[in-house]
């Protein structure tokens, strides 16, 4: 917490503690009991000043006490200070009473009234310090607790992002070395779209947040490249509606859905693979839907993998209670429903 908040919770409890002592000269009580202005603020400012030594002799002290955790030294330091705080409180308002007040010698006696309101007094500004002072600690410890926690997740993260980045990468260079090794005429047009791939990963993805179009720039970019290497125009329906301009994502949250989606849909039906996306200022709409091998058994279920669960972790980080995830198997289709709300 920043000192002048410190200070602040202070200074009101202060202004409190002395518009309570002055609130009878307020309200008109002094001129019916007939006492004198200049005597009660007298009696208010000496009272306010005792309390002040009071209130962080035992602000300062106490709570180290506490914290030394021996409960018979601790109870035998407690009353020694309240005893020196009374005894210390007497001495100076009977002081400032001899050489500034108006009362006559022979009254101004110590006697077992004046120990007692004083001991209450301690008693009571002490009950206020040990208050102030742990409700300061517990905010300075949920603060402390809050940072900690954003300091985890954002480490978290971070690895997650660095995982999930040479997932793609070396799948990407994978389906390049496909098309070279086939020499086919379309590698220099996969190495293009590789490169821009390689410029957002490396780059634009360091962001907590980039833009949605760059989002969707990389994610058809990386659904041409795929598409050179199935050589089926067809194989993938994407579709992109609404107006999102200025819309922020996270980066690379979409990518691994369309990913599994190449990884395990099969031939049988065109579109094999259909990605839809729409988005306004509120929401962004996403929709991955592939139709399963047939002719293939596989062992792996489709959305338990590295990458997903990564997703998964991601939005729960980046975007609590902004976010429903569905992912679900209908026939012979598998169907993943995003919905964030930025």
Do not use: C
């Not at 959305?303 to 429903?324: C, D, K, M, Q, T």
Request: glycine share 4%; net charge positive.
């Amino acid at each position: 917490m920043k000192k002048r908040t410190i200070y602040l919770i202070h200074a009101l409890y202060w202004f409190y503690i002395l518009n309570q002592s002055l609130f009878p000269m307020y309200i008109g009580k002094l001129e019916e009991a007939n006492l004198p202005v200049g005597n009660y603020i007298k009696d208010v400012f000496i009272s306010v000043f005792l309390n002040v030594i009071s209130f962080y002799s035992i602000y300062f002290t106490v709570p180290r006490i506490i914290r030394s955790g021996k409960k018979l030294a601790m109870a035998g330091l407690l009353l020694v200070t309240i005893g020196a705080l009374v005894g210390l409180r007497i001495l100076l308002s009977y002081s400032f009473w001899k050489l500034a007040g108006n009362i006559p010698d022979e009254e101004l006696t110590v006697g077992w009234s004046w120990v007692w309101n004083e001991l209450r007094l301690v008693i009571i500004t002490g009950i206020y310090a040990v208050l102030i002072y742990y409700f300061i600690k517990a905010i300075e410890t949920e603060k402390l607790r809050s940072e900690l926690v954003q300091q985890r997740q954002a480490g978290e993260l971070a690895l997650l992002k660095s995982q999930v980045n040479p997932h793609f990468l070396f799948n990407t260079l994978n389906n390049i070395y496909s098309l070279v090794y086939q020499k086919s005429d379309e590698a220099p047009e996969a190495v293009m779209k590789f490169s821009s791939i390689m410029r957002y990963v490396l780059y634009d993805s360091r962001a907590e947040k980039v833009l949605l179009d760059k989002e969707i720039e990389y994610l058809v970019s990386y659904i041409e490249l795929q598409k050179l290497r199935i050589r089926e125009p067809d194989f993938v329906s994407l579709r992109v509606e609404g107006n999102g301009e200025g819309l922020t994502i996270a980066p690379m949250l979409l990518i691994p859905f369309v990913e599994n989606a190449f990884k395990h849909a099969g031939k049988e039906n065109i579109p094999a693979i259909t990605v839809k996306l729409f988005s306004d200022q509120s929401q962004v709409r996403f929709e991955v839907t592939n139709y399963k091998q047939s002719d293939i058994q596989v062992i792996e279920k489709p959305f338990s993998g590295v990458g997903i669960a990564n997703i998964r972790r991601r939005l729960e980080l980046i975007y609590p209670g902004r976010h429903h995830l569905e992912i679900s198997e209908e026939k012979n289709q598998f169907k993943v429903q995003l919905l964030i709300k930025p």
